[in-house]
Nanobody, 127 residues
Framework: QVQLVESGGGEVQAGGSLRLSCAAS????????MGWFRRVPGKERDLVAASDYSGTSTYHADSVKGRFTISRDKVKKNTVYLQMNSLTPEDTAMYYC???????????????????WGQGTQVTVSS
Protein backbone atom coordinates (compact mmCIF):
# COMPACT_ATOMS: atom_id res chain seq x y z
CA GLN A 1 0.00 0.00 0.00
CA VAL A 2 1.44 3.34 -1.05
CA GLN A 3 1.57 5.92 1.70
CA LEU A 4 2.92 9.43 2.01
CA VAL A 5 3.05 10.80 5.53
CA GLU A 6 3.80 14.44 6.20
CA SER A 7 5.09 15.83 9.47
CA GLY A 8 6.57 19.02 10.83
CA GLY A 9 3.62 21.35 10.53
CA GLY A 10 2.45 23.55 13.36
CA GLU A 11 2.00 27.12 14.47
CA VAL A 12 4.79 29.65 14.24
CA GLN A 13 5.10 33.41 14.44
CA ALA A 14 5.78 35.51 11.37
CA GLY A 15 9.46 35.45 10.51
CA GLY A 16 9.90 31.97 11.91
CA SER A 17 10.84 28.71 10.25
CA LEU A 18 9.49 25.20 9.91
CA ARG A 19 10.73 22.10 8.15
CA LEU A 20 8.18 19.73 6.69
CA SER A 21 9.06 16.11 6.04
CA CYS A 22 7.36 13.57 3.84
CA ALA A 23 8.10 9.89 4.18
CA ALA A 24 6.85 7.69 1.35
CA SER A 25 6.45 3.94 1.43
CA UNK A 26 4.87 1.11 -0.48
CA UNK A 27 6.86 1.40 -3.68
CA UNK A 28 10.07 2.88 -5.01
CA UNK A 29 9.94 6.66 -5.00
CA UNK A 30 13.54 7.36 -5.91
CA UNK A 31 12.60 7.52 -9.60
CA UNK A 32 9.60 9.81 -9.19
CA UNK A 33 9.16 13.55 -9.08
CA MET A 34 7.96 14.75 -5.70
CA GLY A 35 6.32 18.00 -4.79
CA TRP A 36 4.74 20.09 -2.08
CA PHE A 37 1.36 21.72 -2.60
CA ARG A 38 -0.71 23.89 -0.30
CA ARG A 39 -4.35 24.82 -0.03
CA VAL A 40 -6.11 27.60 1.77
CA PRO A 41 -9.82 26.91 2.55
CA GLY A 42 -11.97 28.06 -0.35
CA LYS A 43 -9.10 28.16 -2.82
CA GLU A 44 -7.47 25.72 -5.19
CA ARG A 45 -4.46 23.65 -4.25
CA ASP A 46 -1.28 25.29 -5.53
CA LEU A 47 2.15 23.91 -6.22
CA VAL A 48 4.74 25.29 -3.83
CA ALA A 49 7.85 23.35 -4.84
CA ALA A 50 8.83 20.30 -6.85
CA SER A 51 11.90 18.16 -7.32
CA ASP A 52 13.11 15.76 -9.96
CA TYR A 53 13.97 12.20 -8.99
CA SER A 54 17.42 13.14 -7.68
CA GLY A 55 16.81 16.50 -6.07
CA THR A 56 19.20 18.15 -8.51
CA SER A 57 16.57 20.04 -10.45
CA THR A 58 13.95 21.89 -8.44
CA TYR A 59 11.11 24.32 -8.90
CA HIS A 60 9.81 26.89 -6.42
CA ALA A 61 6.77 29.08 -6.88
CA ASP A 62 7.47 32.80 -7.11
CA SER A 63 5.64 33.40 -3.85
CA VAL A 64 8.12 31.26 -1.91
CA LYS A 65 11.29 31.61 -3.96
CA GLY A 66 14.22 32.54 -1.73
CA ARG A 67 12.33 31.51 1.41
CA PHE A 68 11.39 27.84 0.87
CA THR A 69 13.65 25.03 -0.28
CA ILE A 70 12.66 21.54 -1.37
CA SER A 71 15.21 18.78 -0.97
CA ARG A 72 15.41 15.01 -1.07
CA ASP A 73 17.20 12.90 1.46
CA LYS A 74 20.41 11.60 -0.15
CA VAL A 75 20.24 8.35 1.75
CA LYS A 76 16.51 7.83 2.24
CA LYS A 77 15.45 8.41 -1.34
CA ASN A 78 11.82 8.11 -0.33
CA THR A 79 11.94 11.19 1.92
CA VAL A 80 11.47 14.78 0.81
CA TYR A 81 11.67 17.96 2.84
CA LEU A 82 10.40 21.50 2.60
CA GLN A 83 12.45 24.02 4.55
CA MET A 84 10.35 27.13 5.13
CA ASN A 85 12.01 30.31 6.34
CA SER A 86 10.78 33.87 6.82
CA LEU A 87 7.22 32.65 7.12
CA THR A 88 4.38 35.11 6.74
CA PRO A 89 0.66 34.80 7.59
CA GLU A 90 0.06 34.34 3.84
CA ASP A 91 1.85 30.99 4.09
CA THR A 92 -0.86 29.66 6.38
CA ALA A 93 -2.35 26.62 4.65
CA MET A 94 -2.63 22.86 4.62
CA TYR A 95 0.52 21.49 3.03
CA TYR A 96 0.47 18.27 1.01
CA CYS A 97 3.26 16.06 -0.20
CA UNK A 98 2.80 14.33 -3.55
CA UNK A 99 4.64 11.94 -5.85
CA UNK A 100 4.32 11.68 -9.60
CA UNK A 101 2.61 8.82 -11.39
CA UNK A 102 5.49 8.41 -13.85
CA UNK A 103 9.23 8.14 -13.61
CA UNK A 104 10.67 11.61 -13.78
CA UNK A 105 14.11 12.80 -14.79
CA UNK A 106 12.67 16.27 -14.30
CA UNK A 107 10.04 17.83 -12.03
CA UNK A 108 6.35 18.12 -12.77
CA UNK A 109 4.41 21.32 -12.13
CA UNK A 110 0.92 20.16 -13.08
CA UNK A 111 -1.16 18.70 -10.29
CA UNK A 112 -2.53 16.09 -12.66
CA UNK A 113 0.93 14.54 -12.98
CA UNK A 114 0.89 13.57 -9.31
CA UNK A 115 -0.78 10.30 -8.40
CA UNK A 116 0.14 9.79 -4.76
CA TRP A 117 -0.84 12.20 -2.00
CA GLY A 118 -0.37 12.55 1.71
CA GLN A 119 -3.08 13.59 4.15
CA GLY A 120 -1.57 17.00 4.70
CA THR A 121 -0.04 18.91 7.58
CA GLN A 122 -1.34 22.25 8.77
CA VAL A 123 0.96 25.26 8.88
CA THR A 124 -0.32 28.34 10.70
CA VAL A 125 1.68 31.56 10.80
CA SER A 126 0.54 34.21 13.23
CA SER A 127 1.36 37.90 12.89
Amino acid sequence: QVQLVESGGGEVQAGGSLRLSCAASGRTFSDLSMGWFRRVPGKERDLVAASDYSGTSTYHADSVKGRFTISRDKVKKNTVYLQMNSLTPEDTAMYYCAASRRNAYFYYTREGEYAYWGQGTQVTVSS
